[in-house]
């Protein structure tokens, strides 16, 4: 039988996210019962909570970077048993049998593409997902990550289960590592985790950043420096000098300022994504010194219990601000302003005492 479940909900694209009833599953053989002990908020929550982007299915209950207690589990499962500390990202499926879904990269999955935690199709009980703004989530076993950070750290890894995983992916992919110069544009949710990763793989960190103001956060975050890239000079004494450069930013702009960083055979990997296409970059600022324009998503699930692992063993957490699950609307606000340091994390407690 179903499971009755609270969380917090938007309606529509112009309503306020409010309280909420609705039903789980009861675990199956391979599902994994979680009690969601803290929920990170994604700028894509807030996308998706009011339909900036195409495709909202309402209700929609967001939250995607989940931390949470096992409380029961199926009879196949093998992983996980009751009291485990345990995560849930981007994904709760995907078809399991492409050939990107066979590599473990199964956030590109060529058939059906991945199954969100949130806004997906509910393969079990019909409609669609509802994701981590929520008491507790029953999640397959294979998409269910293990935490062995200490408890007293558990709101900060939260966020990870999306900022971390999309900042680690592509430096992992790409290779960074000691002797390298690498660059993170923006200094926000995913731009500093970017900062921490990279240079616990070794790299020399730079951010570009608009804010002069923000040079001493960026060293303190592990940054060599802080560059204006609204500054000519600054931008002249590093040109031509960086390996590989993260781009976080979400907003349209000019992408050949950062490509002409890049030193021959470079890459700048995009991670952030505009509600408008940047404006196209020059092809010469490409050709003429084999650099490399690319994209990623998130991870699959073995590189995101990769990533988790790496971040537990540098000590690595997400900067985060704990809020009540009744400010979540404040905190949407507040994001649009980039008015936080540098991720909301929602208390799921509070939930449980409306």
Not at 73 to 89: E, H, Q, S
Not at 156 to 170: K, R
Not at 194 to 205: C, F, P, R, S, T
Request: proline share 5%.
């Amino acid at each position: 039988m179903p499971t009755p479940a609270k969380g917090y909900a938007a309606q529509s694209a112009e309503t306020p996210l409010a309280p909420f009833s609705f039903e789980r599953r009861d675990p199956q053989g391979d599902d994994v019962a979680i009690d969601i002990l803290y929920c990170g908020v994604c700028h894509s929550d807030l996308h998706t909570a009011r339909s900036e982007w195409e495709g909202t299915l309402y209700p929609c209950v967001p939250g995607h970077e989940i931390v949470g207690r096992v409380t029961a589990v199926g009879g196949d499962v093998t992983k996980y048993k009751v009291g485990d500390l345990v995560g849930v990202g981007c994904m709760v499926d995907s078809c399991g049998r492409c050939p990107s879904c066979h590599d473990g990269e199964e956030q590109y999955c060529e058939t059906t593409g991945f199954v969100g935690t949130y806004n997906g199709p509910d393969p079990v009980m019909g409609g669609h997902t509802f994701g981590g703004y929520s008491d507790h989530i029953v999640v397959k076993e294979g998409f269910v990550l293990k935490i062995n950070h200490d408890e007293a750290d558990l709101a900060a890894v939260a966020p990870l289960l999306c900022a971390g995983i999309t900042t680690y992916s592509p430096l992992h992919h790409w290779k960074v590592g000691p002797g390298q110069k690498v660059g993170i544009v923006g200094l926000g949710g995913l731009g500093h985790m970017g900062v921490k990763i990279a240079a616990a793989m070794g790299a020399e960190v730079y951010v570009f950043s608009t804010s002069p103001g923000k040079t001493e956060d960026a060293k303190r975050l592990g940054a060599k420096g802080l560059i204006v890239s609204k500054d000519e000079a600054q931008m002249a004494e590093h040109a031509n000098s960086f390996d590989f450069i993260l781009n976080t930013v979400a907003a349209p702009h000019n992408l050949d300022a950062f490509l002409g960083m890049l030193k021959r055979d470079g890459t700048m990997t995009l991670v952030g994504v505009p509600d408008s296409p940047h404006p196209s970059p020059s092809v010469a600022n490409l050709v003429f010194r084999r650099r490399s324009l690319a994209g990623s998503l998130i991870g699959g699930i073995a590189e995101t219990q990769e990533m988790l692992d790496f971040c537990h063993s540098h000590g690595l957490t997400a900067d985060i601000e704990m809020i009540a699950m009744d400010e979540v609307n404040t905190a949407y606000d507040r994001m649009q302003k980039s008015d936080v340091k540098y991720r909301f994390v929602i208390d799921m407690a509070t939930l449980k005492q409306d």
